[in-house]
């Protein structure tokens, strides 16, 4: 009778060490798995806006981004940009161009990125902010020569 409870406590070590082997198996597969489909899904257009605008402006500059009716809502930050002229004069002209760059990105993507949302956009409006403040409105229509902005007052 000895023997054979030593037999069966001999066989339970070796079956639990299996059981936990093959779970921790199961969730690490599992886990994996799910790294690979996420690596696999396509950015959200988001994403795509944010990139393509902070990679015209500037890092870590867009602070938010809404995406509704084929309309494009940026929110910039300049704070940082180097490019910003010091003269107050000159702003119209640079947030002129800065949204008609950025916007004409939105409007024809490399073509390496495929974004449906993208091909829907018909406007995009952009916010720039410093400091905390608004300082101006860009907005851009899919067709329009030149980006129409407006200054906040001083």
């Known amino acids: 009778m000895l023997a054979k ?70 929110e910039v930050a300049m704070d940082g940009v180097r490019a910003l002229p010091q003269v107050r004069a000159e702003w119209p002209q640079f947030f002129r161009d800065a949204t008609d ?20 956009l018909e406007q995009v409006s952009i916010r720039y902010t410093l400091q905390g403040k608004e300082v101006a409105r860009g907005s851009k229509r899919r067709g329009d020569r030149t980006a129409t902005v407006t200054l906040a007052r001083p």
Do not use: C, M, W
């Not at 916007?103 to 829907?120: E, H, K, M, N, V």
């Open 5 to 74: 409870r030593n037999l069966k406590e001999d066989l339970r070590r070796p079956v639990l060490v299996y059981v936990s082997v093959v779970a921790v198996l199961a969730v690490v597969l599992g886990v994996l798995q799910a790294r690979y489909e996420a690596a696999r899904r396509p950015p959200s257009a988001e994403a795509v806006i944010r990139n393509l605008t902070e990679s015209f402006v500037g890092e870590g500059t867009v602070r938010s981004v809404r995406l509704h009716g084929g309309v494009a809502e940026l």
């Open 101 to 120: 760059v950025a916007a004409d990105r939105l409007f024809s993507p490399p073509a390496q990125i495929t974004t449906p949302a993208l091909g829907g």
